[in-house]
């Protein structure tokens, strides 16, 4: 068989860019796929070409410089270009594409998934008013295209992120009437402290954020989250609450504010499309973010010569997101003769201290700001689950009455993650759902599966499969 490449990168964030430069610095023929218009992921995600020289931040300055690196190697680089579909092809894999130039599709032998995450939304009354969006969005509205989303905002969620996203829209002018963090940190946070041990540049930024709120007095209140925005035409207030055990919150704390924007930020879902759909093995890990791929050390999944790295196999952050990158770019050089096994065990020695203090760090964030199941019980019967369905909560409850017992018969019954999204908004949501409401039977998430799986992921024009099922 012959292949048109030895390897695909699916994605071009931090992991993805590395993976690509790794392997094709060691003479792997690489393409490297990412569906926008620029590589850079969320992270490196590079300001429109008229701010560029309005930015300074090393942030800027790394993507630029990986940017430069990887167009200085053979790599062939699709943007605007969404991967809709892998397919067994021989001992590889067809890749099917929708870019610009049209469908297409190329031959593999190895393929690294390097997908990301995304927003965890979460369901309470009035959560789908205008006005109520996610930190990722308010984040790239602010610090991407600098457009304020509103003058008055509510901030609230879970873990590091949300201090950023506040600072941020403080520096860009608007005024946050406070940051509401569901995690009760003390003295949990205490048996933590040895895994910040290094992450000094992490600890400054963190300092940096908490300034910017003190210098325009606004609170940082752990162990509090939004329950309801109420509005006519857009989020005009939010009640918010105290937070008890699990993430429930304490009668009688309600406390109601004036806002014309809601960020709620509660952690990130790995983006594990494109691994479920090959049926990679995956386990349930809810610190990691939920289902993730299951990995060996050089981050091959259960299908040989497909290795998964980055924010798909759990988040990490950016750093983490590069180290891994790297590890399976030359885990691929490895596996396909480029590289001597013996100079691929010096490189990876060399980068296990970091990967371990990352994965430490991560382990952290983890264990600390996890959402208890709590939260997923705000929502009531009549706040919608599934969005691009407009399937409400009481309704999933009635297909468990009627006997669900999986993700996959929820969805056959009430067509909840068959939109647009494809689940990636509601799966969560209806999986604590279903939960809940399967207490009294014990039920876990591993018990309730996930949605499968299907191709295209994302929605295509028609004339686009029609083609593929011609081929
Ligand atoms: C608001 C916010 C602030 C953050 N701040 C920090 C921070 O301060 N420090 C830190 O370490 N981390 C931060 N992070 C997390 C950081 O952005 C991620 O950890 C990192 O980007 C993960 O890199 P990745 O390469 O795994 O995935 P990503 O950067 O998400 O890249 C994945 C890429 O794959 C593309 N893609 C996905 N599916 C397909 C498909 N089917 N076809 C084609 N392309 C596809 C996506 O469009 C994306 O470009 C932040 C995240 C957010 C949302």
Redesign the pocket.
């Known amino acids: 068989m012959s292949w048109d490449y030895e390897l695909a990168v699916?994605?071009?964030?931090?992991?993805?860019m590395e993976a690509a430069l790794a392997a094709s610095e060691h003479g792997v023929p690489t393409v490297m796929?990412?569906?926008?218009p620029a590589s850079?992921?969320?992270?490196y995600m590079p300001l429109p070409a008229t701010f560029n020289k309005a930015s300074k931040s090393s942030v800027d300055k790394d993507g630029n410089f990986l940017r430069s690196l990887l167009d200085g190697q053979p790599v062939k680089q699709y943007k605007d270009?969404?991967?809709?579909g892998i397919f067994p092809e021989g001992e590889g894999w067809k890749v099917a594409v929708y870019g610009p130039a049209g469908p297409e599709a190329f031959n593999v032998r190895y393929l690294v998934l390097?997908?990301?995450?995304y927003?965890t939304p979460v369901p309470f009354p009035g959560w789908t008013l205008p006005g109520v969006m996610t930190?990722?969005g308010a984040?790239i509205m602010v610090k991407n295209q600098r457009v304020v989303p509103g003058k008055k905002a509510l901030v609230s969620g879970s873990g590091?992120?949300i201090l950023?996203?506040a600072a941020n829209m403080i520096s860009a002018g608007m005024r946050v009437e406070a940051v509401m963090e569901g995690a009760r940190l003390f003295p949990r946070v205490l048996g933590h402290a040895y895994a910040a041990w290094g992450q000094w540049h992490r600890m400054a930024?963190g300092v940096e954020y908490l300034t910017t709120l003190v210098k325009a007095g606004t609170p940082y209140k752990l162990g509090w989250s939004v329950i309801e925005a109420r509005g006519e035409e857009r989020v005009e207030e939010v009640v918010v609450a105290r937070m008890g055990a699990n993430w429930k919150p304490l009668p009688g704390s309600e406390k109601t504010l004036a806002v014309d924007t809601l960020v709620i930020?509660y952690g990130?879902t790995p983006?594990t499309?494109?691994s479920r759909l090959i049926e990679c093995r995956h386990e349930y890990d809810r610190r990691r973010g939920g289902w993730v791929p299951m990995r060996d050390e050089t981050l091959q999944t259960s299908l040989p010569g497909v290795y998964v790295?980055?924010?798909?196999a759990g988040?990490?952050?950016?750093?983490l997101?590069r180290l891994e990158?790297r590890l399976s770019g030359l885990a691929v050089a490895v596996a396909s003769g480029h590289l001597e096994r013996g100079t691929a065990g010096e490189l990876y020695g060399q980068m296990q201290r970091g990967l371990k203090s990352q994965r430490r760090f991560a382990g952290m964030l983890g264990a600390l700001f996890t959402p208890g199941q709590g939260l997923f019980s705000l929502a009531n019967d009549d706040t919608l689950v599934c969005r691009c369905e407009e399937i409400t909560l009481g309704e999933v409850r009635e297909a468990v009455a009627a006997g669900a017992r999986t993700l996959t018969e929820v969805k056959m019954i009430t067509r909840t993650g068959m939109g647009n999204c494809q689940g990636r908004m509601c799966e969560r949501s209806v999986a604590h759902a279903l939960v809940d409401a399967l207490a009294a039977e014990q039920v876990d998430f591993e018990g309730i599966g996930n949605y499968k799986v299907r191709p295209p992921?994302?929605p295509l024009p028609v004339s686009v499969l029609a083609e593929a099922a011609e081929d």
């Open positions: 699916i994605g071009a964030g931090p992991a993805g796929v990412d569906n926008r850079g992921g969320q992270f270009t969404l991967v809709w390097a997908a990301g995450a927003d930190a990722g984040q590091p992120l950023a996203v930024e930020g990130m983006n499309g494109l790295a980055g924010d798909m988040i990490g952050g950016a750093e997101a990158g992921l994302h």
